[in-house]
């Protein structure tokens, strides 16, 4: 059975600092790509940051760069997104996905499973 399951979400102050966390268990992780999403309430679901398999291509949503980083540990089969310097409308809940293969891509219809999501808050 495959499970995503994230941790690490809560209420933060503006210019606070949160890190995710995504476990993936059921699959070899070393072989998956994986994408964090974020889903505001009456928006859709859009992609985040991005990491190959491998870990060495990253790709980031224009609002987050320079604040957000995504990195993976293939040894702990989990992905990480550090996000510093948060601004309210970084409100959301937050999505991991795994994709097989080595390009995780911008779709999040293209992902293969999902997380069951954690809240973020930034109040001002």
């Not at 699959?27 to 398999?53: C, D, E, H, L």
């Not at 409100?91 to 293969?112: F, L, Q, S």
């Amino acid at each position: 059975q495959v499970q995503l399951v994230e941790s690490g979400g809560g209420l933060v102050q503006a210019g606070g600092s949160l890190r995710l966390s995504c476990a993936l268990s059921g699959r070899i992780f070393s072989t998956y790509s994986m994408g964090w999403f974020r889903q505001a309430p009456g928006k859709a679901r859009q992609s985040v940051a991005r990491i190959n398999r491998g870990g060495d291509d990253t790709y980031y949503a224009a609002s987050v760069t320079g604040r957000f980083t995504i990195s993976r540990d293939n040894a702990k089969n989990t992905v990480y997104l550090q996000m510093n310097s948060l601004k309210p409308e970084d409100t959301a809940v937050y999505y991991c996905a795994a994709e097989y293969g080595d390009y995780a891509p911008r779709n999040p219809y293209d992902y293969d499973y999902w997380g069951q999501g954690t809240q973020v808050t930034v109040s001002p």
